[in-house]
């Protein structure tokens, strides 16, 4: 019985939650700006709908363009599964496997593909948003191996479950939190990084990449972009709890409910950013992103200086 | 080892010194430095519980003079000198603002590890000490890599809050009424420095530290 | 003593290891001979060495196996000795896995250079370069070593030069013959203080510790680094592999320069020869040095030999790290913390033997096959050569170290290390290098991603870009094996790490503590890679019943409605580098620059060119000016030594005759 509610809130975190938080993000932004905004289950339709559509795919295109889709979906529920949500846990084996090192460079896996998908068509767009999403991918990562690597330091173990499992300095953890969220804005191509809402010239990073992409194929994306959003959050969510020293002792329904309702809520808040801030010009990015690297390297120094 | 509350305030100042390496708006910087001298008023008030009565009152004193003069007076100060110059932006000169920001993280970890190698550091407290060595490392790279003069003020003013941080840390027997008068000299300095800015401002329509060559001839 | 009696004296595992030297010996000899053959004799039988030496390795099993060749072949001071531990078995493994795909590479790309080069020449450098790396890596003393580590210089020069015709090939292979030099010169002084020290030739007999270590150190790690092509003494690698072929390119990168990495470990941490108290650091800062700046050169490079050239330096780097934390680790007496880093650096030059080697093939069936080396020029080559293309593909995702690949194998239990350090540090110092060495290599690897994302995507997918690459065909059927078994090595040893730690940890135990890196790998990653896999083949097939309902159409790319889309349009690789390379600017001075022409240039431009430089500082403000003087000064030198005189000539040869009587007779 133990076991089944862990393998339930999984399947629920993969299949229902990613579009919901889209479907939340989407209203809360539309409240924002006067809108009645479409319903918050329209994810949910768009998908279905894109499903049943057929596909146009540029005649320039190789295998990559096809499989890419494919495989950062299935990364992405890998990799989202493996993900520590609070309230489950992995059994056994697999416990081992949510290292923060497998999970960052699986994410990495899918965003690979789907840079060299982007390219496939020879479309000026695509390899802009490429390039850019190279990029940005190039600042974020230090900041999450970094400001993660700082929190299971504290914690005395690489082992995300098990990290969270226990007491975080909720000095380390307020800082992790906050480089966190600077990175998860730009690694989802979030205001104030990029406008996902647009394609034009000067916000294409995502966008830019999937202009090519329609159909079913448009659905495995959109769908890829929502699971990755919610892992992002999640862990963002999870490290935030732990400057709350009860949240981890609690019972794990409840624990599972509080995650899904901070997954939620920073969905709102990120949607509640993008209706009062603007985008940062491209070349401000890295200051941006900088800011994230040393919360995190200072989270880093303490952990060290705590040991 | 555990980080008690002025290591905590201490750490914090610190981190705030650091952010506004990278931050390039003149008005945030002001706020961010009010915040930074605000948490040393909250350091004056521990160091007065934490003296048992003894000079409480002095330190509540020098805590209210902090808040009062440092942190609202100065920073409000300069935001008006600012507003006057329509200044918005310094984006920085020898170095971009990420860079500037890893090197002030740099200073930290310097200001941390170096401490106990000092002659003038005698056991207490390592990271107190050694925060103020930082905050004294951030406010020359600030003043370094800056361009616009009244950063060099501000620069200044980290530099100077480091030197009180250290003073109030470590110098446990000194005279509160010296640590006032700094405060007050600090003021002092930067209404003379913040006058002489708009002033040059008005004769030179710039104060780019970096064009201020040409004043030689 | 006779020949025959030596060999009964050596076990199986000798016996086969000598019969894959003669082998080669008789490749040498007769590719000398017969210097236009370009049957399968040469690599048949170079092949069938290779396959000796796996015999070598298999049979020796775990025992150390120590041969003396005979009188006959001796080197005045020191014989010919040989061990065989598992450290040198681990080098002999990679040697061995890699030269067998390779040898079945090269003739059909040496079909392509037949008009320029001799076949039989560049066999007889191969195997030569074959045989000289099992020699350095199982020489146990240091005469031997060097006499190896010669030949391996000079057989990698024969081979970088083959291609003689061509200018930039021989001012390319004279680079690297002075790289070289300036590295055997370092390494032989070491070698000579070391014996100063000792009173000994032999490895085993060294035990030179505290302050008479740190002369002979720097002197042999200086030299090991030029040929390792450690920051800052890289400056050859890039020149060299371009130029030479592509199966040199991919043994000298997958394998020659890791004869560095042998050396250092060998000398410094599993045999504690030498015992430098700044090891540890040393290596930790020039590896994570060359590491960045091999990939935030690579980035900025559109030749992808070169490209690959400066990957090297960036895996070097890489391995260094691993090989700093591990001394970092017996210097602070963390016997954990030492065999995991050692474990994860010789995973790793296992590792990059195997995907360098594969990449380099990969250019190699470019070039054969359009004669292109920018990558600005190809395109669209996914749809003429596709398995190339494949295996292209799997070897740049496993050297970006992405899952369930062998490069993550590696990096993963090299992240596991620096965790460890920081983690265990003695100092917070030490703990804080380790979070920043996790910070370093997760940057590379994000940097990583970005150049060969670039080097895929603008030489595989798209359109072509010109008709060279229009009219690219697939490699021959022994170009593409060799490929898909290189790819396949890719993901076998990614997916059978827990058996490639057996010989691992054999080679951990000899840093002293027994063994304890049994069970540091932790992630299932046998089941994960069958869960991905099945999940993969799920949506392929739903998507492929959704397919049947609402077929694919094809269509054009979106062209904004201004008619078809030319391959110029596409984004080059120079664009896609551009928003990162403008970051780093500050390390070479990055600079674009965009000029319009025409009358109304400003609204109304009839061309507009656009073109990026780089002016790396390292070789234009330090480099040069240096090479500059010693030019000069040399010049003036020579003027004065070589006055023509016959009678000035005598004088010297009277003084050198005078040293060396010195030297030599007086006690």
Redesign the interface.
């Known amino acids: 019985m133990k076991n089944i509610f862990p393998l339930i809130f999984t399947v629920v975190n993969l299949l229902i939650i990613p579009l919901l938080l889209t479907g939340v993000i989407r209203k809360v932004k539309a409240l924002m700006q006067n809108r009645i905004g479409a319903p918050v289950l329209q994810p949910f339709y768009d998908v279905a709908k894109f499903l049943s559509k057929s596909e146009t795919i540029s005649k320039n295109t190789s295998w990559v363009f096809t499989a890419a889709p494919i495989i950062g979906l299935s990364v992405a529920f890998l990799a989202g599964a493996l993900f520590p949500w609070s309230g489950s846990f992995l059994p056994g084996k697999f416990a081992a496997a949510s290292n923060i090192f497998l999970l960052i460079y699986l994410l990495a896996l899918g965003k690979f593909f789907s840079m060299l998908a982007a390219m496939d068509t020879g479309s000026a767009f695509g390899g802009l948003g490429a390039s850019r999403e190279a990029t940005i991918s190039m600042m974020v990562e230090p900041i999450v191996i970094t400001g993660l690597g700082a929190l299971c330091l504290n914690a005395g173990t690489p082992n995300l479950q098990s990290a969270f499992a226990g007491n975080i300095n909720p000095i380390i953890a307020g800082l992790t939190g906050t480089a966190l969220i600077i990175a998860s804005l730009a690694e989802l191509s979030r205001i104030p990084v990029d406008d996902p809402t647009t394609h034009l010239e000067l916000t294409m990073v995502h966008e830019a990449m999937i202009l090519e992409n329609s159909g079913r194929n448009l659905a495995l994306i959109e769908y890829t972009t929502a699971i990755r959003s919610c892992i992002f959050y999640g862990l963002t969510t999870q490290v935030f709890f732990h400057m709350l020293p009860f949240t981890h002792s609690m019972n794990p329904i409840l624990q599972y409910a509080a995650g899904i309702a901070g997954v939620l809520l920073f969905g709102c808040a990120v949607a509640f950013a993008e209706g009062i801030l603007v985008k940062l010009k491209w070349r401000n990015v890295p200051n941006f992103l900088t800011f994230g690297t040393v919360l995190s390297l200072l989270a880093a120094l303490i952990a060290v200086t705590q040991r | 080892m555990n980080l008690s509350q002025i290591d905590f305030l201490a750490a914090a100042a610190a981190a705030t010194a650091v952010m506004m390496c990278g931050i390039t708006g003149i008005q945030t910087q002001f706020r961010f430095l009010a915040l930074q001298t605000a948490l040393f008023s909250g350091i004056c008030l521990l160091e007065g519980f934490s003296s048992h009565g003894q000079h409480m009152a002095q330190f509540i004193i020098l805590a209210a003079v902090v808040l009062i003069v440092k942190a609202a007076g100065i920073p409000l100060f300069l935001m008006w000198a600012a507003n006057k110059m329509s200044i918005i932006r310094d984006k920085g000169n020898t170095a971009s603002p990420p860079v500037t920001l890893i090197m002030a993280f740099g200073a930290i970890a310097a200001g941390y590890f170096l401490i106990p190698q000092f002659a003038v550091y005698s056991a207490g407290n390592p990271v107190s000490a050694g925060m103020a060595v930082a905050l004294l490392f951030i406010g020359m790279i600030f003043m370094v890599t800056r361009r616009l003069a009244i950063s060099q003020v501000t620069g200044f003013l980290i530099i100077e809050n480091g030197i009180f941080l250290y003073g109030l840390t470590q110098a446990k027997g000194m005279p509160h009424l010296v640590e006032m008068a700094v405060v007050f000299e600090a003021l002092i300095a930067v209404l003379i420095a913040g006058l002489v800015i708009l002033r040059i401002n008005r004769n030179f329509e710039h104060i780019d530290v970096t064009q201020m060559r040409g004043l030689r001839h | 003593m006779s020949l025959f009696n030596q060999f009964n004296e050596v076990n199986e595992a000798g016996f086969w290891i000598l019969t894959a030297f003669v082998l080669w010996m008789v490749v040498f000899a007769t590719g000398l001979i017969n210097k236009k053959h370009t049957g399968y004799f040469f690599p048949a039988v170079t092949i069938t060495g290779c396959l000796a030496l796996i015999a070598g390795i298999l049979f020796s099993g775990k025992s150390t196996v120590n041969i003396l060749v005979p009188l006959p072949f001796f080197l005045g001071e020191a014989g010919f000795d040989f061990t065989i531990d598992p450290l040198s078995k681990w080098f002999l493994a990679i040697i061995a896995i890699t030269g067998i795909p390779i040898t079945l590479f090269a003739p059909g790309y040496l079909h392509h250079l037949r008009n320029r080069t001799f076949p039989g020449f560049i066999w007889a450098g191969f195997s030569m370069l074959l045989l000289s790396m099992c020699g350095v890596v199982m020489s146990s003393n240091a005469i031997a070593f060097i006499v190896f580590w010669e030949m391996m210089a000079l057989s990698s020069f024969s081979l970088v030069a083959s291609d003689n015709e061509q200018r930039e090939t021989r001012r390319a292979s004279f680079i690297y013959l002075g790289a070289t030099r300036i590295g055997t010169g370092f390494l032989m002084a070491g070698f000579l203080w070391a014996h100063s020290i000792t009173g000994s030739w032999s490895f085993s007999a060294w035990g030179i510790t505290g302050a008479a270590a740190i002369g002979p150190s720097i002197l042999i790690l200086i030299g090991l680094a030029t040929k390792a092509g450690c920051w800052p003494f890289h400056l050859w690698l890039p020149i060299a592999h371009p130029a030479a072929p592509a199966p040199v390119s991919a043994i000298m990168s997958g394998v020659m320069i890791k004869t560095a990495i042998y050396t250092i470990t060998r000398l410094f941490i599993t045999g504690s020869h030498i015992e430098f108290k700044w090891l540890g650091i040393v290596l930790i800062v020039f590896g994570a040095i060359s590491a960045f700046w091999g990939v935030i050169f690579a980035l900025l490079q559109h030749d992808l030999k070169r490209l690959l050239a400066y990957h090297s330096v960036e895996n070097i780097g890489i391995i260094l790290m691993g090989l700093g934390v591990s001394a970092t680790g017996a210097a602070n007496n963390i016997p954990l913390l030492t065999q995991m880093g050692l474990a994860a650096a010789l995973f790793h030059t296992l590792n990059h033997a195997i995907f360098k080697s594969l990449l380099f093939l990969g250019a190699g069936v470019i070039d054969a096959r359009t004669h292109l080396r920018d990558i600005e020029k190809m ?2 080559l ?2 003429k050569m596709p398995w190339t ?1 494949a295996a292209f ?1 799997a070897g740049s ?1 496993a050297i ?4 369930p690949l062998n490069g ?1 194998a590696s ?2 239990i090299l ?2 290390s620096f ?1 460890k350090l ?2 265990n ?1 003695p100092t ?2 030490t ?2 290098t ?3 060495l ?6 590379i ?3 990583a ?2 150049c ?3 080097a ?3 030489a ?4 072509p870009r010109t008709d060279n690459a229009r009219r690219a065909r697939e490699g021959t059927p022994q170009m593409t094996a060799a490929q898909v078994f290189l790819a396949v090595l890719c993901v076998v040893s990614g997916l059978g790490v827990p058996v490639l730690l057996n010989p691992l940890s054999q080679i951990t135990a000899m840093t002293g503590t027994g063994s304890m890196i049994g069970n540091i790998w ?3 990653v046998g ?2 890679t069958i ?2 896999l099945t ?2 083949a799920a ?2 097939i739903w ?1 492929k019943k ?2 049947m309902k ?10 904004c409605g201004f008619g078809d ?1 030319s ?1 110029k ?3 080059t690789a120079t ?6 390379s403008s ?1 780093f600017g ?1 390390i070479y001075r990055y600079a674009l620059e965009v000029t319009t022409h025409g009358r109304q240039s400003r609204h109304f431009p009839e061309t507009v060119e656009a073109e990026t430089r780089y002016e790396a500082y390292l070789e234009t403000k330090l480099y040069e000016p240096f090479l500059n003087w010693i030019k000069k000064f040399s010049g003036i030198l020579l003027m004065k030594l070589q006055a023509g005189s016959i009678h000035q000539y005598l004088i010297y040869m009277a003084i050198a005759l005078i040293i060396l009587i010195r030297i030599g007779v007086v006690k």
Not at chain 3, 438 to 443: G, I, Y
Not at chain 3, 550 to 559: A, G, Q
Not at chain 3, 575 to 580: E, G, K, L, N, R
């Open positions: 395109g669209g996914i749809h293309a593909t995702a970006c170290a992405l899952p993550f990096e993963w992240y596991q965790f920081a983690l540090g917070a110092a703990r804080l380790g979070v920043f996790m910070a370093v290599l997760a940057l690897g994000a940097l991603i970005a060969f994302v670039k895929v995507s603008v595989f997918l798209g359109l932790t992630i299932p089941i994960l869960i991905l999940t993969v949506i392929a998507m959704l397919s609402n077929p694919v159409k094809s269509y054009i790319t979106w062209e889309l391959p349009t596409q984004y664009s896609f580098a551009q928003p990162i970051i500050n």
